[in-house]
């Protein structure tokens, strides 16, 4: 339901352009989405130290998924270069949809629109409630990715564009310089739900580290959120570290005192893409 600091926001249109996409580090930590291509119910419960996390779906839409969430890099990086610029932003956006949709690597047809509007409701829908950047334990704030969202039709009834407003806690963590990750486009094109979790996963903590980060397998299996068995997770991991499908980082499995640990390096970085980055985004890719 919009609120009354809600109708009163200025309206942020989205730019066309060569735009570097950007992550929140938040949600690239911990299990935010569900990673299943089929829809999902059940609610994500993660408590890890101080950290919790609640995360609930309707039986209309489901739960946001890992892909739903392309949306929200799109709005973040629209953000970020707008900041960067010194253009004014607004959690109150505005886009023509087959723009959005290629911005995250989409076909723009009529069948990718619907799918893109059935990723809207769910993003609308699914509620979450956390610890993290709250001040206080006694204050809890829920919320859903997307307060609220509309179309505007033409006369044939055809899609002239789409609002949308953030909710204020993922907004601040975009406007929050350090809480920001640029992340490699070809992440688009990653199909698995686990294997996109994953890569975030990596940039977030591996980053451009010389030698890599590690994790153990069942701390991911509880950090995932996922309803599989360790076992099945075990299985699909592995596939996915025999793949080496993740852009930029090469990964391995290694048993070390007696646990099963993923290890993560960073592929040395291209001179020339790394300059060619620069030039495009007037900047060097953060981290």
Do not use: C
């Not at 607004?90 to 009529?110: N, V």
């Not at 992440?187 to 975030?200: D, I, P, Q, S, V």
């Not at 991911?220 to 299985?235: D, E, N, T, V």
Request: charged residues 30%; hydrophobic residues 40%; glycine residues 8%.
């Amino acid at each position: 339901m919009a609120t009354a600091t809600d109708r009163q926001l200025d309206l942020f249109r989205a730019v066309r352009g060569d735009i570097a996409p950007r992550d929140a580090q938040d949600l690239m930590s911990w299990p935010f989405f569900s990673l299943a291509k089929s829809k999902r119910v059940a609610p994500i419960r993660f408590r890890m130290g101080e950290v919790w996390i609640e995360v609930e779906a309707t039986h209309e839409h489901g739960m946001a998924t890992i892909w739903d969430a392309d949306i929200l890099i799109w709005a973040a990086s629209q953000i970020v270069e707008a900041r960067d610029a010194g253009r004014g932003t607004s959690r109150l956006m505005q886009a023509k949809p087959h723009e959005l949709l290629r911005f995250i690597g989409r076909g723009t047809g009529g069948d990718h629109y619907d799918r893109l509007k059935a990723a809207l409701d769910r993003l609308q829908s699914t509620t979450v409630a956390t610890s993290i950047r709250q001040p206080s334990e006694r204050r809890r704030h829920r919320f859903s990715w997307i307060n609220e969202w509309k179309e505007h039709l033409d006369g044939q009834g055809r899609a002239r564009g789409i609002e949308l407003i953030l909710p204020d806690w993922f907004y601040a963590g975009i406007l929050d310089r350090a809480l920001i990750l640029t992340i490699d486009r070809s992440y688009f094109a990653l199909t698995g739900g686990m294997e996109r979790w994953l890569y975030r996963l990596v940039r977030k903590h591996g980053g451009r580290q010389v030698n890599g980060w590690s994790f153990e397998v069942g701390h991911l299996h509880l950090k995932s959120g996922m309803l599989i068995p360790r076992k099945r997770f075990a299985f699909k991991l592995r596939a996915i570290v025999s793949a080496q499908s993740l852009p930029g980082y090469v990964l391995s499995l290694q048993t070390v005192a007696g646990k099963d640990m993923l290890l993560f390096q960073p592929l040395p970085d291209d001179p020339f893409d790394r300059a060619l980055r620069r030039v495009r985004h007037g900047r060097g890719e953060k981290r």
